[in-house]
């Protein structure tokens, strides 16, 4: 039994904050019924991401809330707080935290206090000061994000199909992905193909007609997969008249035009930016030790090294990898990861909370699966190279089994087989961005902005 009454806090609804939580709320019911422990989950969304599926519901062949866990029905029996935390002080085990609640009292921030602190903010996009790229850059690390780039092609096609002014439809037709890793090459392919898909019903818009630019500032993509692997997507990406810049950078997206290194240029009204993540900031608003690039420093038993009572995993955690053979090699910081080193962190919070000796995290990497499109992918797994069909359908077998509570596995399963047997879903709610834009207009306002959507 536990020692004595506990609140344990969890930052982060992500992929740690989720599987720690799950994980405790197995190992500690009894005692959470009891009330001997108290688990508080802080979160920005009520909901975990399932990231590798936001690719597929760009394209439209997931629903976007099949993407999403909600946090509130599978942690029943933990407190889910939706706010987020600004600064914490571990050393008086306080946190402060922003809610929709301080928000509108409008009486600041609120402290909260722990015992057992599990940080996991996870981490954010990664940014360069490239000019215009705040202004005309679209990400890809949410839902909602993945929603609105696939209203936005589908209405670039409108607008292109509409116009017949020929500089509007080659940036409306043009679509540039800055990034060559998973977000980036999957995102692309999927959205290619959807958009190659949707032009048979456009009378005057062609797949031809469409350029789509792949820029990576390394000279390959996909590294995750291998070499050979990677050299593979960069050809069946060419085949498919993709135009893939490798050792190429972005200059400038200013104007709407896109500048590359290699001195070409490229109007556009579609800049997807996807060039890597970045520590989440909070990390840098605790007394907790953090090492070069902003990640805190862990053990292998997943505590934040020479501090009690705090543990972290995941993008915000530096982890040593226990597999490794050379020293100071750190854990990558992925889903893969993410997944096993939660239940580690939960089985370990338990064994601390009774006294127990602490276990090691040791998880020898087992590969990576990506997908290039509707039955077409790359992996590496276990030392075995798989291309195409095999390797597209180990991709979605994979993600299947990992997708968190039956009730995801099961909806997820159904979308996908109901797609196989009928057409694409080709239609743009970007209104949905703005969703009182009519109404304002009806009573007489002035909508602040354009409610056609992210055109």
Same mark, same amino acid.
């Given at each position: 039994m536990?020692?004595?009454?506990?609140? %344990?806090?969890?930052?982060?609804g992500?992929?740690v904050g989720?599987?720690?939580?799950?994980? !405790?709320?197995?190992r500690?019911?009894?005692e959470?019924?009891?009330?001997?422990?108290?688990?508080?989950?802080v979160?920005?969304?009520?909901?975990?991401?399932?990231?590798?599926? !936001?690719?597929?519901a760009a394209?439209?062949s997931?629903?976007?809330r099949?993407?999403?866990?909600?946090l509130?029905r599978?942690?029943d029996?933990?407190?889910?707080v939706i706010?987020e935390?600004?600064?914490i002080?571990?050393?008086?085990?306080t +946190?402060?935290?922003?809610?929709l609640?301080?928000?509108?009292?409008? $009486?600041?921030?609120?402290q909260?206090?722990?015992?057992?602190l599990?940080l996991?903010?996870?981490?954010?996009?990664?940014? !360069?000061?490239?000019p215009? !790229?705040?202004e #005309?850059?679209i990400?890809?690390?949410?839902?909602?994000?993945? %929603?609105?780039?696939?209203? #936005?092609?589908?209405?670039?096609?409108?607008?292109?199909?509409?116009?017949?002014?020929p500089?509007?439809?080659?940036? =409306?037709?043009t679509?540039?992905?800055?990034?060559?890793?998973?977000?980036?090459?999957e995102?692309?392919a999927e959205?290619e193909?959807m958009?190659?898909?949707t032009?048979r019903?456009?009378?005057?818009?062609?797949?031809?007609?469409?350029?789509?630019i792949?820029?990576?500032?390394?000279?390959?993509?996909?590294?995750?997969?291998? @070499?050979?692997?990677?050299?593979?997507?960069?050809?069946?990406?060419?085949r498919?008249?993709?135009?893939v810049?490798?050792?190429?950078? %972005?200059?400038s997206?200013?104007?709407?035009v896109?500048?590359?290194?290699?001195?070409s240029?490229?109007?556009?009204?579609t800049?997807?930016?996807?060039?890597?993540?970045?520590?989440?900031?909070?990390?840098a608003a605790t007394?907790?030790?953090?090492?070069?690039?902003?990640?805190?420093?862990?053990?292998?038993?997943?505590?934040? @090294?020479?501090?009690?009572h +705090?543990?972290?995993?995941?993008d $915000?955690?530096?982890?040593?990898? +226990?597999?490794?053979?050379?020293?100071?090699?750190e854990?990558?910081?992925?889903?893969? #990861?993410a997944?096993?080193?939660?239940?580690?962190?939960?089985?370990?919070?338990?064994?601390?909370?009774?006294? @127990?000796?602490? @276990?090691?995290? +040791?998880?020898?990497? =087992?590969?990576?699966? $990506?997908?290039?499109?509707? #039955?077409?992918g790359?992996?590496h797994?276990?030392?075995?190279?798989?291309?195409?069909?095999?390797?597209w359908?180990?991709?979605?077998?994979?993600?299947?089994?990992?997708?968190?509570?039956f009730?995801?596995?099961?909806?997820?399963?159904?979308?996908?087989?109901?797609?196989?047997l009928?057409?694409?879903? %080709?239609?743009?709610?970007?209104?949905?961005?703005?969703?009182?834009?009519?109404?304002?207009?009806?009573?007489?306002?002035?909508?602040?902005?354009?409610p056609k959507?992210s055109?």
């Amino acid at each position: 039994m536990v020692k004595e009454r506990a609140r %344990i806090l969890i930052v982060g609804g992500g992929y740690v904050g989720l599987y720690t939580a799950l994980r !405790l709320q197995r190992r500690l019911k009894q005692e959470l019924k009891s009330g001997a422990i108290e688990i508080v989950v802080v979160s920005p969304d009520p909901y975990m991401t399932y990231q590798p599926f !936001l690719p597929e519901a760009a394209a439209g062949s997931i629903s976007p809330r099949h993407v999403v866990v909600p946090l509130r029905r599978v942690l029943d029996l933990c407190k889910v707080v939706i706010g987020e935390a600004t600064a914490i002080d571990h050393a008086k085990r306080t +946190a402060t935290l922003t809610t929709l609640a301080t928000e509108e009292e409008g $009486a600041g921030a609120e402290q909260i206090t722990y015992d057992e602190l599990v940080l996991a903010p996870g981490s954010v996009s990664r940014t !360069l000061p490239i000019p215009g !790229l705040a202004e #005309h850059g679209i990400g890809f690390k949410t839902v909602e994000e993945a %929603i609105g780039l696939r209203n #936005h092609v589908i209405e670039q096609m409108d607008i292109a199909s509409s116009t017949r002014d020929p500089a509007i439809r080659d940036a =409306a037709l043009t679509f540039v992905f800055v990034g060559g890793g998973y977000a980036g090459v999957e995102a692309l392919a999927e959205l290619e193909d959807m958009a190659r898909y949707t032009a048979r019903y456009y009378h005057n818009v062609k797949r031809e007609d469409m350029k789509w630019i792949l820029v990576e500032a390394t000279g390959r993509i996909l590294p995750e997969v291998g @070499e050979e692997m990677g050299k593979y997507a960069v050809t069946e990406l060419r085949r498919r008249n993709i135009d893939v810049r490798l050792e190429t950078r %972005i200059e400038s997206c200013a104007d709407r035009v896109a500048v590359l290194s290699d001195g070409s240029r490229f109007p556009t009204r579609t800049f997807v930016w996807t060039a890597g993540v970045k520590p989440h900031p909070v990390l840098a608003a605790t007394d907790l030790p953090l090492n070069e690039r902003g990640r805190l420093q862990c053990t292998a038993q997943l505590t934040v @090294e020479g501090t009690e009572h +705090a543990w972290s995993a995941g993008d $915000a955690a530096a982890v040593p990898d +226990a597999t490794a053979k050379e020293p100071g090699k750190e854990c990558a910081p992925n889903a893969q #990861h993410a997944v096993r080193q939660a239940k580690a962190l939960g089985d370990n919070i338990v064994h601390a909370l009774r006294g @127990e000796p602490q @276990e090691t995290y +040791a998880h020898k990497y =087992a590969g990576s699966v $990506a997908s290039l499109g509707l #039955h077409k992918g790359v992996a590496h797994v276990y030392g075995r190279k798989l291309k195409g069909y095999p390797a597209w359908f180990m991709h979605r077998v994979y993600h299947l089994s990992r997708v968190p509570t039956f009730n995801r596995k099961a909806r997820v399963l159904a979308e996908w087989t109901l797609s196989g047997l009928f057409k694409r879903e %080709i239609v743009s709610l970007g209104s949905l961005e703005h969703p009182r834009a009519e109404f304002e207009l009806a009573a007489g306002g002035k909508p602040s902005q354009d409610p056609k959507g992210s055109s």
